[in-house]
């Protein structure tokens, strides 16, 4: 499956983004997916997934801000992010997971997207 990362852009403190993840070459309702952030310098943290039954997961940092969702038809997910602070700053990365166990690890994610900047200012 090839993944497109989308959305990303800058934003104040306490407005909101959509970001998207468009699949290509298999239907993600196979496979677990989840949206990672990273800063430079540090490791890549999840953020939220959506298992293939459509069951979703949050870190607790952004659990009531961001919502992840799956739409089958356009085989996208997409993370809405609301109430955005400075320290969501990163570069927004999704991937898929075959296996469905990778859940907040990143390394058990077989696939990823290239990444979509998010920049919030103060």
């Known amino acids: 499956v090839q993944l497109q990362a989308s959305g990303g852009g800058l934003v104040q403190a306490g407005g909101s983004l959509r970001l998207s993840c468009a699949a290509s070459g298999d239907t993600l309702t196979t496979y677990n997916t989840g949206w990672f952030r990273q800063v430079l310098g540090k490791e890549r943290e999840h953020v939220a997934n959506?298992?293939?039954?459509?069951?979703?997961f949050y870190s607790d940092s952004v659990k009531g801000r961001f919502t992840i969702s799956r739409d089958n038809a356009k085989n996208t997910v997409f993370l809405e992010m609301n109430s955005l602070k400075v320290e969501d700053t990163a570069v927004y990365y999704c991937g898929a997971d075959v296996s469905g166990y990778g859940g907040r690890n990143p390394d058990g994610y077989d696939y990823w997207g290239q990444g979509t900047q998010v920049t919030v200012s103060s």
């Open positions: 959506i298992g293939w039954s459509g069951r979703t």
